[in-house]
């Protein structure tokens, strides 16, 4: 899978996944945050205090579909691309990992991991979080 490349919007998202760092933008005048990274909060629509937060890596199952029949060929199906929830509140687009698919995981907890990209980026991945 072949991200598209960082614009300049999304720069310094995409610079954090080489440390592994998952972030939101954060918007210093509302408190609002948002992911993809916008030019202005679609909160408040303030453009001035636009920041990043930090994300703790957890979140909840939002929505999921299996992927059976890949766009691309080199890639292994099924896969399982899910939108999840984070703890910080934005939606983020992204793929399960590692977990037995069933209607079980609709609200499942899940943890960040990390798919390492060629270029030294890592894409923000996630599995089922471990029953503590
Ligand atoms: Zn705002």
Redesign the pocket.
């Known amino acids: 899978m072949n991200p598209p490349p960082g614009d300049a919007l999304a720069a310094p998202w995409w610079d954090a996944t080489r440390e592994r760092r998952l972030l939101v933008q954060t918007?210093g005048?509302?408190g609002?945050r948002q992911h993809h990274p916008r030019l202005l909060?679609t909160?408040?629509g303030?453009t001035d205090a636009l920041g990043w937060t930090p994300c703790a890596g957890t979140g909840t199952v939002d929505s999921f579909t299996v992927v059976h029949r890949s766009p691309e060929p080199e890639r292994q199906v099924p896969y399982v691309v899910a939108r999840v929830r984070l703890t910080e509140g934005p939606i983020l687009l992204t793929n399960l990992v590692g977990i037995e698919v069933d209607d079980s995981i609709l609200g499942a907890g899940v943890v960040l991991a990390w798919s390492p990209l060629p270029d030294g980026r890592n894409l923000p991945v996630f599995t089922l979080a471990t029953e503590a």
């Open positions: 918007c005048a509302c609002h909060c909160n408040c303030g």
